[in-house]
């Protein structure tokens, strides 16, 4: 059986606000490396090579991501799935969130899902911290 499920996956940064509503959000802020805190890559963001290798070299993440598209088939096996929201937060929005969403989305498109993906922080300021 296919996919035929819907997802909405937005990056966002606790820093700028609440969070966007979701059925599942998962909070990247406490125990996956922060790039913010390294000179050499405060100012870049997921568009850029360092930050995606320094990201997706946090041991765990693939783990997580892995996990979160085994909760999405979950929620599209019920009854009345309808399109599936996934929020994943950083701090600030720039660097894990967005590398977090774009790998998450790659793997359920692969799974045949119809997939969507927006950043709601990515190209504001840095937020000195």
Known sequence: MQPTATVEI??????????????????????????????DLRFMTA???PVRRAVLGTPGLI????STTLAVRA??????AGV??????????????????RVLA???????FTVTVSHRDL?????QR
């Open 106 to 112: 790659e793997l359920l498109d692969d799974a045949e």
């Open 63 to 66: 783990n997580l991501i892995t």
């Open 47 to 49: 568009d850029d090579d």
């Open 10 to 39: 937005v990056s966002f940064g606790y820093l700028h606000g609440e969070p966007p509503a979701a059925h599942l959000t998962i909070d990247l802020r406490e125990h996956f490396r922060d790039p913010h805190v390294r000179p």
């Open 123 to 127: 190209d504001k300021p840095v937020v």
């Open 84 to 101: 599936i929201r996934i929020a994943g937060g950083c701090a600030g929005g720039r660097h894990r969130a967005p590398t977090f969403a």
């Open 75 to 80: 929620f599209a096996s019920g009854p009345s």
